[in-house]
C-alpha cells in the first residue's frame, strides 16, 4: 500500500461500534489514532460497562439470510473487512437464521483488540471540544450535553433527538419450561435456538390489558419527542389496536405449541444473551414501564410467572444530525470536511449500520491521505444505499433508517417476491465484489486482520 502523506493522529471521539471500527480501519493501514471514550469516566444511562461496542439493547445483529438486507449488509462487510462483524461471527451464540453474539465476550474482544494495537492511544475521558485535524465524531445516540454543545456549533439548529427503549433480560432457570418450548419459527437453525411462550387468546387478551394499564416512567422531555418507529416500546405498540402485537413482534407464525400441537394464539419469544445460555433477552419487549410494573405485567406471560429480571427494561434518549443536509458521500461535514460524522449520530440505525458507517468514514480519511478520490459505495449494495439514503439533500423529514430492501434499488421486473429479492442479494453481491476487486489494494489490510479475528 503507498504511504500516506500524513501521519498525523486521527481523533475518533466515541468508543462504541461505529467508532471502535474506525479507528481499527485507520490504525491497521498506519494511521496513528486516538480514541476518546468518556466511560467511565462519564456515565451513560443506557450502558452497564466500560467495555467498547458494548451492545445496550438487544444482542441480535438480525437475519444472517444473504436474501434479506441485513443478511446482504453482513456479506458487504466481511467484503470490506469489518473489525465488527469478525468479531461477532467469532462471538456469536445460536439464534435461529439470526446472528446473535455473547454480549460480554463481544464487548471484550474488541476492547482487547483496540486497547493492545500498537497506533491505537485510547483516551478515558469527555471530548467536550471537537479537536483540529481529521476527527470522526461517533459519539452514538448518547451523545454527552457537552459534546453537544460543541455539535451545535458544528451544525446549528440541525441537531434533532428522539427516544429509544432497551427490552428487559431474564435468568434463564427462572423460565418455567413445563409452559414454554424450545423452537425457532419455521425450525430455522440449528437446534431450538429460541424459547417461546405460547398464549392462548384469553391469556394474550390479559397480558394486553395490564400493558394498556400498566404505570409508565414518563420522562418530561419524552412528552415533548417522537419515538424512533423501528424499536417503539412494546406498551406503544400495543396501543395501535388489540392485534398489533401478536401481528408484530410475538406473532406465532411458524412455530406449533407441543403442549397442544396447534399454532398459539400469540407467542413471546425469548434469545439467548451469552454462550452459556444463562440469560435471555424478552424479544420485542423493549419498554418504558416502571420496574415493578415490568415484573407485574410480564409474570402473567405463561412460563415467566416467576422469573428473575437481571435486567429491566428502560428507555434512553438518541441524538442524531439531519445528515441529508449536513454531509457527504463519504460521511464529512460539507461545511467542514476534516470533520466526519458516522454510526447512530448519522442516523443510520443499527449496529452493523453503525459499524458501516465507521468504516466508511475510515476509508475517506485513507482515500484522501492517499491523495485519491473516495468512490461512494455502490448503491445497488445494503450499505452503498443506507449511506445514499442518508446523505442525499432530497430525502426530506429524516429520521433514523436501519438498511433495508425499500431503500435499494427496486426490480420491479421480477414479480415473485422471493425471486425478486434473491435477484436484488445477487445484484448487491456482484456490485460489492467489484467494489472490492477495484480497491483491494486499500481493503487487504483489513481483510488480512478480519480473517485473524475469526480464526
Known amino acids: 500500500m503507498a504511504s500516506m502523506s500524513a501521519l498525523d493522529t486521527v481523533t475518533v471521539i466515541g468508543g462504541g461500534l461505529a467508532g471502535s471500527e474506525a479507528a481499527w480501519q485507520l490504525a491497521i493501514r498506519g494511521i496513528p489514532v486516538r480514541l476518546m471514550e468518556m466511560r467511565p469516566t462519564v456515565v451513560s444511562p443506557a450502558h452497564h460497562s466500560d467495555g467498547l461496542a458494548e451492545l445496550v439493547c438487544s444482542n441480535s445483529f438480525k437475519s444472517d439470510d444473504p436474501a434479506t438486507a441485513t443478511g446482504m449488509l453482513k456479506r458487504e462487510l466481511e467484503a470490506l473487512g469489518?473489525?465488527?462483524i469478525a468479531a461477532a461471527r467469532a462471538a456469536a451464540v445460536p439464534a435461529g437464521a439470526a446472528l446473535a453474539v455473547d454480549r460480554d465476550g463481544f464487548s471484550a474482544s474488541i476492547t482487547e483488540l483496540i486497547e493492545s494495537h500498537?497506533?491505537?492511544?485510547?483516551?478515558?475521558?469527555?471530548a467536550t471540544v471537537v479537536p483540529d485535524g481529521d476527527v470522526v465524531i461517533a459519539s452514538g445516540p448518547l451523545t454527552s450535553a457537552n459534546l453537544e454543545r460543541a455539535l451545535?456549533?458544528?451544525v446549528g439548529d440541525s441537531r434533532l433527538a428522539f427516544f429509544d427503549a432497551a427490552a428487559p433480560i431474564v435468568a434463564a432457570e427462572s423460565i418455567d419450561m413445563k409452559r414454554a418450548f424450545r423452537a425457532s419459527r419455521y425450525d430455522k437453525g440449528e437446534g431450538a435456538d429460541y424459547i417461546n411462550c405460547p398464549m392462548n387468546r384469553e391469556q394474550y387478551d390479559a397480558f394486553l390489558g395490564a400493558i394498556l394499564d400498566a404505570d409508565r416512567v414518563i420522562l418530561k422531555e419524552f412528552e415533548q419527542k417522537d419515538l424512533f418507529q423501528a424499536c417503539q416500546p412494546i406498551e406503544e405498540v400495543a396501543r395501535c389496536g388489540a392485534d398489533a402485537l401478536r401481528y408484530g413482534g410475538m406473532k406465532p407464525v411458524g412455530l406449533v405449541d407441543p403442549a397442544t400441537g396447534e399454532r398459539p394464539w400469540a407467542v413471546l419469544q425469548l434469545r439467548a444473551e451469552n454462550h452459556a445460555a444463562t440469560a435471555y433477552n424478552l424479544v420485542g419487549?423493549?419498554?418504558?414501564l416502571t420496574?415493578?410494573?415490568?415484573?407485574?405485567?410480564?409474570?402473567?406471560?405463561?412460563?415467566?410467572?416467576?422469573?428473575e429480571f437481571l435486567r429491566y427494561g428502560v428507555m434512553h434518549r438518541n441524538t442524531f444530525v439531519d445528515a441529508p443536509r449536513l454531509l457527504a458521500a463519504d460521511l464529512s461535514l460539507r461545511s467542514n470536511p476534516r470533520i466526519r460524522i458516522a454510526g447512530q449520530l448519522s442516523g443510520t440505525e443499527g449496529y452493523l449500520e453503525a459499524a458501516g458507517g465507521g468504516l466508511v468514514a475510515a476509508l475517506g480519511i485513507v482515500n484522501a491521505r492517499l491523495g485519491h478520490q473516495t468512490l461512494p459505495i455502490p448503491e445497488d449494495t445494503a450499505l452503498g444505499s443506507l449511506i445514499a439514503y442518508a446523505t442525499n439533500p432530497d430525502t426530506s423529514r429524516y429520521q433514523p433508517m436501519h438498511v433495508n430492501l425499500g431503500i435499494?434499488?427496486?426490480?420491479?421486473?421480477?414479480?415473485?417476491?422471493?425471486?425478486?429479492r434473491a435477484a436484488i442479494a445477487e445484484r448487491a453481491a456482484a456490485a460489492m465484489l467489484e467494489y472490492s476487486r477495484a480497491h483491494a489494494e486499500a481493503l487487504h489490510p483489513a481483510l488480512a486482520a478480519a480473517s485473524e479475528i475469526v480464526g
Do not use: Y
Open 118 to 126: 500498537p497506533l491505537i492511544e485510547l483516551v478515558r475521558e469527555e
Open 152 to 154: 451545535s456549533e458544528l
Open 408 to 420: 435499494m434499488p427496486p426490480m420491479d421486473s421480477i414479480r415473485a417476491k422471493r425471486a425478486r
Open 82 to 84: 469489518s473489525l465488527i
Open 285 to 288: 419487549c423493549q419498554t418504558n
Open 291 to 307: 420496574f415493578s410494573e415490568q415484573r407485574r405485567v410480564f409474570s402473567l406471560v405463561p412460563g415467566l410467572e416467576n422469573a
